[in-house]
């Protein structure tokens, strides 16, 4: 499979999302993180109209996305009500359950999404589930929580039925945990394929010390892949 085959279906399907879905009159616009969304915020710097719209970032890498491509700087407490979003995503079920997460932004990411009249998903083809969540991306659902309550949310998570719970590390650029933009740690929990997200994330966000989820249930509108063969797929409820 040729990269530059991927590159261009997730520039496909980037651009084919924006044009098929920016409404003429949006005045506020979410950005969310992620390869494919890098040629989201391009296409929205093409618009002539994009002196229009103020955009929202979900994190530090939309915002500089949003500052690249010329387009106009805002923030969530300016603007809580967001005309349409776009976002990646790490897993899509077949109903547009969604795992997001992985790179670290889930809390902003969800309150992007859930102040969005519209939120379309850009992904490539391998983040496309045949059913069920859990299938194609097998790191475990993130999980951000407070950093005093990672010891106890862990054993709650096995009691759960998680097949195996890690807290997420910085890797060779930071001694100890992940550090979210809110300052708190990030648990991946593995629970194999689910089959029911909307009941796991209620179970997990039960817990104390749990902030959000990474499963993002009953909040996309449709959601593009950029296809192997460079064509451009499209799911919708």
């Not at 790191?139 to 807290?167: C, R």
């Amino acid at each position: 499979m040729s990269t530059d085959l991927v590159e261009q279906a997730k520039k496909s399907a980037a651009y084919k999302a924006v044009d098929e879905n920016f409404p003429e009159s949006a005045k506020v616009v979410g950005i969310g993180s992620g390869s494919t969304v890098i040629y989201v915020a391009e296409r929205l710097g093409q618009l002539r109209n994009k002196s229009g719209f103020v955009c929202i970032p979900t994190g530090f890498q939309s915002k500089q996305l949003i500052i690249d491509n010329g387009l106009s700087l805002g923030s969530i407490e300016q603007y809580s009500n967001i005309d349409i979003a776009f976002d990646g995503a790490d897993e899509v079920d077949t109903d547009l359950n969604l795992i997001k997460g992985g790179g670290a932004c889930l809390f902003q990411e969800k309150l992007v999404a859930i102040a969005s009249k519209q939120f379309i998903v850009v992904a490539d083809y391998r983040k496309r589930s045949p059913s069920k969540l859990g299938i194609q991306w097998t790191k475990g659902v993130p999980i951000e929580i407070v950093p005093n309550s990672y010891a106890k949310i862990t054993n709650d998570l096995y009691d759960l039925g998680a097949k195996k719970v890690i807290l997420r590390q910085g890797g060779s650029s930071k001694a100890g945990p992940v550090v979210t933009d809110n300052n708190n740690f990030l648990i991946d929990a593995d629970f194999g394929e689910i089959a029911d997200p909307v009941k796991l994330h209620t179970q997990i966000k039960l817990l104390v010390g749990v902030v959000e989820t990474g499963l993002f249930t009953d909040i996309t509108t449709k959601a593009y892949f950029g296809e192997e063969n460079g064509q451009v797929g499209v799911l919708t409820k």
